[in-house]
């Protein structure tokens, strides 16, 4: 067994706290709860209209030596507006807060350096206020409330849209395109592809018969979006997947051109054009994504960790 440790951050809602974390490798678990305030065993209610000095957070069991403690860091600070002190988006009050709850000195100094180079950065025009504090106990919340986006998919979508959570990161975290550059560095297939919602021919690109392990990202941010254990032979001429790596990293959105209606997809981050997901009974998951390869950047298993990305290894450790 490898060792766990323990990560604890508030971030305002701890709905939309789970999901970014939880279907990454090497997270065992993402926990709802309570922590930081004074009294024991609270309720929802009595946090969220109380005086409890409780915020609302999310406790991660993972083991670091698959995803590091600063891996988890930098994924916070994409959740979460740093410069508030008042709440998120429009849940106002100090349960909504955001925190860095450290459970031992190595997490202080890592939470430490994380948020000093995110102040060099200059990503965020306002200072970063959000505190690093040591671990309090922690209350599970009630189980209503656990996993959230798994038990109610579309209102926890409209919660986090209407929130201003995702437009907030869109502005602050996404892919800045320069247009002109893009057309320079991609040639003319892939641009079409990824920013005009164009279409490659099927059976003539790169992945869609590939038999190589190893995950793809997006053509343009980088971003980790499905990977070869999921990817199968649908017959249709592109790269076909059961699933991606995490939802979290996709957007679908309603396309209706052609005269069809379609699910597209997108790269959260990058907001490229990726290809469609269509429902397919034959796979466990229900779901076909039929993703364009000319959107894609495929990283061979045996360079994950040269390439930055060898937390995904443990992906394949079943083929060996």
Avoid at 34 to 44: D, I, L, V
Avoid at 293 to 313: M, N, Q, V
């Amino acid at each position: 067994m490898s060792r766990t440790e323990k990560a604890t951050f508030a971030g305002g809602c701890f709905w939309c706290m789970v999901q970014p974390f939880d279907q990454e490798p090497g997270i065992i678990e993402v926990v709802s709860g309570y922590t930081g305030g004074h009294t024991e065993n609270p309720s929802y209610r009595e946090v969220c209209y109380g005086d409890t000095g409780h915020a609302e957070a999310v406790q991660i069991t993972f083991e670091p030596d698959v995803f590091p403690y600063q891996k988890l860091l930098e994924l916070y600070w994409q959740q979460i507006d740093p410069t508030d002190r008042k709440g998120q988006f429009h849940d106002r009050g100090d349960q909504y807060r955001t925190s860095i709850f450290y459970h031992n000195e190595e997490q202080k100094a890592l939470a430490e350096a994380s948020k000093k180079a995110l102040e060099d950065s200059g990503r965020f025009r306002k200072p970063i206020v959000t505190p690093i504090v040591p671990a309090a106990r922690f209350y599970p919340a009630e189980e209503v409330h656990q996993n959230y986006y798994r038990k109610d998919p579309r209102n926890y979508r409209m919660y986090r849209q209407n929130s201003g959570r995702e437009d907030f990161i869109a502005k602050h975290w996404g892919i800045k395109k320069n247009k002109k550059q893009l057309k320079e560095t991609l040639t003319p297939l892939q641009y079409t592809v990824t920013q005009k919602k164009g279409t490659e021919p099927p059976f003539q690109n790169a992945y869609w018969d590939n038999k190589r392990p190893g995950i793809y990202v997006d053509l343009v941010s980088g971003e980790p979006l499905f990977s070869t254990t999921d990817q199968y032979d649908a017959g249709c001429g592109w790269p076909s997947f059961t699933r991606p790596i995490s939802t979290h990293r996709i957007v679908t959105v309603p396309d209706n051109s052609f005269q069809m209606l379609r699910n597209e997809v997108r790269s959260k981050l990058g907001d490229s054009h990726l290809g469609h997901v269509f429902p397919e009974p034959s796979v466990p998951t229900k779901l076909r994504f039929c993703i364009n390869s000319a959107a894609l950047r495929f990283i061979p298993k045996e360079d994950l960790d040269s390439e930055g990305y060898g937390e995904y290894s443990q992906l394949f450790d079943s083929e060996t």
